[in-house]
């Protein structure tokens, strides 16, 4: 069973036998951040359930094979150089936590924590270097941890909102 985890976003997969028989004890916790993870009860909706009238939002990241999605469901990513990420790239300008997306009522912020900054270049815009600051993306484009990239450059982190 896939269970994300409500503090830090991040993906566990939980043997659905040790829930069977209701609480399990110990409660199964977070791989990333150790928190207790919340397991929904056999009866309730599943957590994707959402009004009608609120279209879902989903963003997609791409870096060299792997394919990323935030969404209300998932809403952090983290990024940067330590294996604690969620998307880890390897690069000497790259922090051990440089930057992450998170999804804030409808909309995906990218939000820079780091030493170099983080290069946005989103299509149809000037490029800008996001330093220590959040900027709201939309549509797609591509991200350069501590560097500028081209598209077809091998750090280039490419975004598309669907």
Do not use: W
């Amino acid at each position: 069973m896939l269970v994300f985890c409500e503090e830090c976003g991040s993906k566990n997969n939980i043997d659905p036998n040790i829930i069977a028989g209701g609480e399990p004890d110990p409660p199964p916790r977070c791989s990333s951040c150790d928190t207790i993870l919340l397991i929904p009860s056999a009866g309730s909706p599943p957590p994707t359930s959402v009004a009608v009238s609120q279209p879902l939002h989903l963003l997609e990241l791409r870096f060299h094979d792997h394919i990323i999605e935030i969404s209300q469901e998932r809403p952090n990513v983290t990024m940067g150089r330590q294996r604690h990420n969620d998307l880890v790239v390897q690069d000497n300008r790259v922090s051990r936590s440089h930057a992450r997306f998170e999804y804030r009522k409808g909309k995906f912020v990218l939000i820079d924590q780091s030493t170099n900054g983080t290069y946005v270049f989103i299509k149809g815009k000037k490029g800008m270097n996001l330093k220590q600051d959040e900027l709201p993306v939309h549509g797609s484009g591509i991200i350069g941890l501590g560097r500028k990239v081209t598209s077809d450059s091998p750090q280039a982190i490419h975004f598309t909102i669907i």
